[in-house]
Nanobody, 114 residues
Framework: QVRLVESGGGLVQAGGSLRLSCAASGTIFSLNAMAWYRQAPGKQRELVAAITTGGITNYAAAVKGRFTISRDNTKNMVYLQMDSLKPEDTAAYYC????????WGQGTQVTVSS
């Protein structure tokens, strides 16, 4: 059974940094593309960043240049380094694993104060 567990969220001031982590289990992690999504109250869930099995990355325009997605296949982990955070980055952040099926973590809250 595939399981994703996010961690690393919290409260930070604007301009600060956070690093989110997502631990995957129950699958051959290196064979799966991974992504981070976020959902703010009253808004739809949106893609933040994605990374292929080969390490090719893709970012939403709103975070490009500030966020970095990475993965460690030896640890079954995917990370999201978030720098220069803005209040509009406030949201619940979710890890997504894409294989034959799609799997989501439970989410971790990021709150950026102005």
């Amino acid at each position: 059974q595939v399981r994703l567990v996010e961690s690393g969220g919290g409260l930070v001031q604007a301009g600060g940094s956070l690093r989110l982590s997502c631990a995957a289990s129950g699958t051959i992690f290196s064979l799966n593309a991974m992504a981070w999504y976020r959902q703010a109250p009253g808004k739809q869930r949106e893609l933040v960043a994605a990374i292929t099995t080969g390490g090719i990355t893709n970012y939403a325009a709103a975070v490009k240049g500030r966020f970095t997605i990475s993965r460690d296949n030896t640890k079954n982990m995917v990370y999201l380094q978030m720098d220069s955070l803005k209040p509009e980055d406030t949201a619940a952040y979710y890890c997504k694993l894409m294989s034959t099926n799609t799997y989501w973590g439970q989410g971790t809250q990021v709150t950026v104060s102005s």
